[in-house]
């Protein structure tokens, strides 16, 4: 049976699709030493597509950390106004489609 050893220092996991955690690592082999910049934060951000969420200066608090606990990082106010706007573009949809249906 084969299977493949993945290293990684830093995840991302998007919980209830509201909460963004972050959880970061000691880099004990120093693989990541090469990236600065929290480069690697953003990209597994950006993979798990809640870029446009995250509070920054909370992500740069548990990077320097490094402890392996996972920690909140969204930015609720970025959240909030999202999650306003899709409520009115989808109350525009349902309106556009209720009026296409009747005609």
Known sequence: MEGEIIYRHVKVALLDNKRVNLKVHRDVYDVYKKFNN???????????????????????????????????????????????????INKIVRNNNTNLKEF
């Open 38 to 88: 929290l480069e690697e934060e953003k990209k597994e951000v950006e993979k798990a597509g809640v870029l446009n969420f995250i509070d920054w200066e909370k992500v740069k608090r548990v990077t320097q950390k490094k402890k392996g606990i996972s920690k909140d990082i969204e930015d609720y106010k970025k959240i909030k106004i999202t999650f306003k706007n899709n409520t009115a």
